[in-house]
Each structure stands twice: as C-alpha cells, then as structure tokens.
T-cell receptor, first 113, second 113 residues
Framework: DTGVSQNPRHKITKRGQNVTFRCDPISEHNRLYWYRQTLGQGPEFLTYFQNEAQLEKSRLLSDRFSAERPKGSFSTLEIQRTEQGDSAMYLC???????????FGPGTRLLVL | AQSVTQLGSHVSVSEGALVLLRCNYSSSVPPYLFWYVQYPNQGLQLLLKYTSAATLVKGINGFEAEFKKSETSFHLTKPSAHMSDAAEYFCAVSGVGDYKLSFGAGTTVTVRA
C-alpha cells in the first residue's frame, strides 16, 4: 500500500507564472485535502474533495487558485499569476470516507521569485 | 469552529529526559484531536489520535497523550527522549462530521546529547 504522493517535490518559478501540482492519494481513499504551510506555521486548510466533488473551499483559496479531482482519483492544484506570497509548502492528504485520520504526502515546496 | 493553541514554539530536552508538549483546544462540539510529527522537508506523520474512546491515547514511537475535557487539553508526552525525536510537532483538531483539520503553530523539539 503506497502512501500519498505529490509531484513535483520542489518548484521554483518567477512571479506571474502559472504552476500546477499533482497529488495521488492512497488507493480507494474517497476524500482528498489540500493544505498550505508557510514557514514556522502549521498547515492551513485550503479545500477538500469527496470523490470528484469539491465540497469546501477556504477563504485562503483566492480566485487565482483552482483545484480539480477528475474521476475522483488524483488531484491537481493550479496557481495562476503566482505572487511571492504564494511561496509555501503545499500538502495533500487523503482519508477513507467516514474516517477521521488523514494521511499526508511529502508536500510540494513552492518558491516564487 | 475548532482551534488549538500550542504552548511553546521551541522545547529543548536532554536525551533520556521527559518530553512534554502542550496543546489546548477550543471546540463547540466533542472534538477529534491529533498529534502529528514533521521531519525536515517531509510531510506529516500521525503520532496518535483521540476520538472519544479512551482518554489516555498511546501512539507510535513511545508517545502518549491524555485528553482532559475539564482543562480542554491534549498534552503529548514521552518518558525518555531519543535523538530521533528531534522534529516539529503539531496538534490538530477536527469536529465530528467536519474532517478538515485545524492545526496549531507547532512546537520544535531539539534533543541534547
């Protein structure tokens, strides 16, 4: 049973560019979550999916951010027109439906220059 | 809404000494409570969780935590610190039926030889 995987692990981009991250959850986990973690802080919730449906979005998820989970399997998080304030670790987690424990991936560290 | 407060952003202990990390929660409903550990440049690993069963919860790597409703606390302890315990520790809370996690700011543990 492989864990949650995320790609890329690191991304350096210039301000104004678009970036896309991918998360592959644990097989058969219905729920998938995205969090953002800035230096010295705990992760903050961004959004989550139940299968392919995006059920909740945080106010942190501005209109430059979009997340998808086609077919209820992997998920992508896209940031358009990146800003330096977007620099952070983006964490993905998954859980079976109805269970409270979330299993986290290794994260994608984004640096916007 | 649920939230947690971790008291102390840094804790330094000697190898073999007691590790005590403090977490207080705020929740309008009976919460689920978690402790996660994060090693540098890695994702979060679940140490233990409280889900309204036994108030004393044992986790991996010799850690345990006690849920005290009267004190709204969920402190993490380990009787004897090991060098490998050096990491950042996060307390988190979620509500029943609302599985998104709210994290504390984290406590960095250093272990002195």
């Amino acid at each position: 049973d492989t864990g949650v995987s995320q790609n890329p692990r690191h991304k350096i981009t210039k301000r104004g560019q678009n970036v896309t991250f991918r998360c592959d959850p644990i097989s058969e986990h219905n729920r998938l979550y995205w969090y953002r973690q800035t230096l010295g802080q705990g992760p903050e919730f961004l959004t989550y999916f139940q299968n392919e449906a995006q059920l909740e979005k945080s106010r942190l998820l501005s209109d430059r951010f979009s997340a998808e989970r086609p077919k209820g399997s992997f998920s992508t998080l896209e940031i358009q027109r990146t800003e330096q304030g977007d620099s952070a670790m983006y964490l993905c987690a998954s859980s079976p439906s109805g269970q409270e424990t979330q299993y986290f991936g290794p994260g994608t560290r984004l640096l916007v220059l | 809404a649920q939230s947690v407060t971790q008291l102390g952003s840094h804790v330094s202990v000697s190898e073999g000494a007691l590790v005590l990390l403090r977490c207080n929660y705020s929740s309008s409903v009976p919460p689920y409570l978690f402790w996660y550990v994060q090693y540098p440049n890695q994702g979060l690993q679940l140490l233990l969780k409280y889900t309204s069963a036994a108030t004393l919860v044992k986790g991996i790597n010799g850690f345990e935590a006690e849920f005290k409703k009267s004190e709204t606390s969920f402190h993490l302890t380990k009787p004897s610190a090991h060098m490998s315990d050096a990491a950042e520790y996060f307390c988190a809370v979620s509500g029943v039926g609302d599985y998104k996690l709210s994290f504390g700011a984290g406590t960095t543990v250093t272990v002195r030889a």
